[in-house]
């Protein structure tokens, strides 16, 4: 490991004012499965250091994976500082972070033989619902330590444990092919495989038959993985203070405005406890909090790096995350939709003609910052007088995020994890454009 | 002398004498400068440094693979390696076979980035973000411009040992016009192998997209449908590398009977009109090297011939699996992760048609042009056009906000029914596939037509 105070000390001699550096180290276990059996399995070590400083008011990046690379990192950061960005911010002092639970030591000494276990009983589940399923899967330990020191007294350090399982599943006739899959993560072994079983049944036994979809405006259910998918992308991106403070934004000039669906409520939450993308401060040193984003409806707040709010003279909301080679950037920790009063069967019930989305392929492509999400439903279903009857094909679907949960039909009463950090109930609206080729 | 780390020696040494099928150590070391700017403002500068090696070693047909920083003991992970193989493995290990190669490859740099001072860099990229803004209507900007050079050091248990070095210059320009609630964005992505030198030819796409965005605010909607839809060079080598290219990649088919059925040699795909190849033989594209990441040399595959499938992609060990020739297309990011089956630079050949052939014919229909994304599902498959124009009376007419094409492989490939010859290649894109992403290739394509696609908005 690299001497953290050794490199502030070298970046203050070549003429920095302040200086922070950043250091991970990563142990990642993944167990692979490939066509129902195992088939390779791999540790990768991963650690090195990421110099910022700000020398006459500018900042500068380095990062480096050598731990003999000091003299290099400072030289390569401060060549940069002279061009880089003006600096809207100091380092913060220590803070004083809440106590959150990121580690358990039972992942940590989980064994590579348990996941092996475990990754074949999975399997083995599914595919006696549907034994020509042809199963990849991955069962993935990570352990993991991340350390942040700057000039301004900060020194900062915790560790963090994540298990984490998916399984992803083809059935092939003649030229139709069918996926399912499902995945979860923890910080504890305690990932809930019989959860992703039972996905994955449902959605082998809904998708067994084909449905013909026609193009026109109908209802639509997102559940917690269409949701996940389809709306959260273009949602949060448009709370990123950065952007709203660029007026890039669809929200920008519109905090504390009501323009969404009363019943609707979002925020993040960086301290939950053992939630993978849980921490006790981001990764600027900032104390981690809950940041409520919309409540009943409002527009509450933005979030924040450094940088970003001393541009928008507003407070970070502890929002950065970088990764080694990568400066801090906005981003979301555990994002939670809170659940409504509707039944999923009640949903459907409702629907005299409609789609269900629970896989949405390339719905990053467009106008996302404006808030459009479109894509083909991967896997999908038709629901026709309120009864599922068949898997969807050649189906696209389209629309605007905030168009769309100004008006949302129905809120589902149970909100689930999707890949461990995004907690969303189902999501019915009313009224969306679905096009489709009847074949 | 890869590194004053790891000598020659230390790898090859540390390659020999262990008790498993097959072993091999890749060392990569690659350094980036990076520039991010976002509207007025330069968001983002930096250099980073990614210092690594990996072992990966076969036994029984089971994979073991270890990556790490600290290339201290390299020995010790090679035998880590063969532990875990050891571990999975059951079966019996095949390769196919490859003979083994010592070689230092050059670097054959064009014009180097890394005699390129900072300074300058940044002076013409400054250049474009302020003509984009000047342009009226054009609210912010994003630039993104990146230079890596990067070597890697191979060394096999069956003799090889290579040494690669190559420089990818990676650049995307995007404007943003806004007006009201009302945003649109235009964007173009470009790229070359070991050459700096396009970097300063960009002032007229830098005026084209900011112009684009504006006019894209008056642009109508399209209806969505279903349409005759002619594609441009650059979004019908998306088409071929997203709808088709990562079908033929092995890796899902060599274990799995059913798609072995489905992408049989033989099976007709296309039209006669039909050829489609990948190969990293083909020189000076973002998909070129020498060999591949298990030491294959490079080569040129034709996948689709005269509308029939002919030959797919392979790694050793799906080549061994299916009995046909290793075609050097194993491929991995970084030393983070093992080589998987990748394109390389994937494009379908020219016709004898003109665009006016093309187009003549079409009394509505849409003209879909530019990449902005795409993705696939192996059968199904969606991407999206940077701008779009219908397609009236056989002539181009009015522009349209951009779109989005799916469809399903086999009914599409089989409804191109018109190739231009006007081939142009891709480089701005970054193929993803198992978590390693951006992985450098170049796709191609001449104007091809297809029947019967359908058009969404994007």
Redesign the interface.
Known sequence: MTNLNAVLDAARKAGAQQAEAYQVANEETPVMF??NR???????????VALRVIADGR?????????D?VD??VS??M??AP????AHFDFPKQVEAPVVETFDPATEAFA?DDMIEAGQTLIDAVRKVEP?L?CDAQLRRVVGEVTLVNSNGANVSYRGSMLMAWLHG?L??????L?VGDVDASVSPDIDTARIERTVTWQLEHARDLANMR?AEMPVIFTSSGVADALVMPLTLAFSG?LVQ???S?LAGKLGDDLYDARLSVHDDATLPMRPASRPFDDEGVASRRTPLIVSGTVRSFMYDLQSAGLAKAQTTGSAERS??S?PSISTTSLIIAPGETTFEEMVASVKEGLIVEDL??A????V??G?F???V?LGYKIENGEIVGRV??T?V?GNVHEALASVSAIGDEARWINGTIHTPPLLFDRM?V???AS | MPDQLTSRDDIETAVRGHNADYVEIRIDDTS?TRLVY??Q????????????GCARALVNG?????????PHDIRTRVE?AVA??R??GKETSVLAPVDPVIDVVPLDVAMDPRTIT??RK?EIFDGYNARMLSVDGV??TNIVYGDSHKRVTFASSEGSYIEQERIDVISRLAA?A?RN?????SSMSLGALNDFSYIDTLDEAADMIANRAVELLNAPYVE???YPVVLDPILAGVFCHEAFGHLSESDFVY??D??KE?MVLGRKFGQKNLNIVDGAAVPGLRGSFKYDDEGTPAKKTDLIREGILVGRLHSRETAGKMGEPPSGNARAIDY?F?PIVRMTNTYIEDGDATFDDLIGDIKLGVYARNW?????????????AGEAFMIRDGKVAELLR?V?L???L?TTLENIDGIARDLDFNQGGGCGKGGQMPLPVSNGSPHIRIQ?C?V???
């Open positions: 490939e066509a195992l088939k390779e399995l791999n540790s990768r070590h991963t650690s090195g900042i500068g990046f380095a990062s480096s994976t050598r731990p690379d290099d990192l390569a950061a060549e940069t061009f880089g960005p003006e590579v020509e042809l083809s092939i006739r003649g030229t139709d092919m996926f193009t950065r660029q007026g890039q669809p080694l080679t400066q392929m390339g990053g492509q467009g106008n910052m404006g459009d479109s894509g083909n991967l094909k050649d696209m389209a454009a096009s489709a080729k | 980036t976002r509207g403002e330069l968001e983002e500068i930096g250099r980073t440094r990614s210092f690594g089971g994979w073991g693979f270890v990556s790490f920083n600290q880590e875990q193989a571990h999975v900072l300074a940044k609210t912010s943003t806004r609630g009302d945003m649109q964005q969505p449908g279903v274990e799995n059913r798609m489905i983070r093992p902005f994304g795409g993705t696939t599902s192996m059968e199904m498959f969606t991407f999206s951009p989005k799916t469809g399903n086999f019967d359908v969404g908005e994007r």
